[in-house]
């Protein structure tokens, strides 16, 4: 039978897009529990008082997560280990330093042969959908300067800033033909 409190409660959430399943206690979520947040992150873990507390875990929609140990919501200590299984090193991180710039399942697997260099991480990488970049965590249309995940999910507007550097540094839907400069006339 669902109390007052715990409905009160998870119409509370429907109206923000969470929700929850699991132990409460004086109306509030406390034990074992999984919270959805409107993002698709989920937290799976011990909850206290309607906040995050003990062990639990966040799993992010792009397959990334982070493992932690909470007190009263606030994060105490944990790892975050990325969606292909790199695990975020705080000290002495070492990758994509610029002294190596392999990709980390290029670390994993070794470097392919001449010929099937890696693009991307990911093999193969992504279609970039026609006049738009890859930037690292979705597709930039630099025409309405939006960026959107790779599921074309909004994410955010990019500023002058970061307009400039995707379209500087990012790979980009097209090729284009740069051309063979003549050193020759040169002497």
């Not at 966040?58 to 200590?77: A, I, Q």
Request: glycine share 12%; hydrophobic share 20%.
């Amino acid at each position: 039978m669902e109390t007052g409190g715990h409905q009160q409660l998870r119409q509370s959430m429907e109206l923000t897009g969470s929700s929850y399943s699991g132990a409460y206690k004086n109306g509030r979520m406390e034990g074992e529990g999984e919270y959805t947040f409107p993002t698709e992150t989920r937290y799976v873990g011990q909850m206290k008082d309607g906040m995050f507390h003990g062990k639990g875990v966040l799993y992010f929609p792009n397959g990334s997560k982070y493992e932690g140990t909470w007190d009263n919501g606030l994060s105490k200590e944990g790892k975050y280990t990325f969606s292909d299984g790199l695990e975020y090193e705080e000290d002495d991180w070492d990758y994509c330093d610029g002294y190596d710039r392999r990709f980390y399942t290029e670390r994993c697997n070794g470097l392919k042969p001449a010929g099937e260099s890696q693009l991307t991480n990911l093999v193969p990488p992504q279609v970039i959908p026609d006049g738009c970049y890859d930037c690292g965590d979705g597709f930039y249309d630099p025409k309405n300067r939006v960026v959107t995940d790779y599921h074309h999910y909004f994410l955010r507007n990019a500023d002058d800033e970061e307009h400039e550097w995707i379209v500087r540094t990012c790979r980009k839907s097209w090729d284009e033909n740069v051309g063979a400069k003549n050193y020759t006339s040169d002497l």
